[in-house]
């Protein structure tokens, strides 16, 4: 009996893996990846060690 219900836990992660698999095939992929910049001014005579805006 324990032999079976190993065996029944090793065909179940095969097939759950098996499906993660198919998932991630199936989706298509971005082909736009995003682009964050950052624009840095000098400022002297600021006593403002960092300065953000949104």
């Known amino acids: 009996m324990r032999n079976n ?3 029944g836990l090793v065909i179940f ?9 198919l998932d991630d095939i ?3 992929r ?4 995003e682009v964050n910049t950052t624009d840095i001014e000098n400022v002297e005579q600021s006593k403002d ?6």
Not at 13 to 21: G, K, N, R
Not at 30 to 33: A, F, I, L, N, R
Not at 49 to 54: G, I, K, Y
């Open 13 to 21: 992660m095969v097939v759950l893996t098996c499906l993660l698999m």
């Open 30 to 33: 971005e082909t736009s990846p």
């Open 5 to 7: 219900i190993l065996g």
């Open 49 to 54: 060690l960092a300065v953000a805006e949104h």
């Open 26 to 28: 199936s989706k298509p």
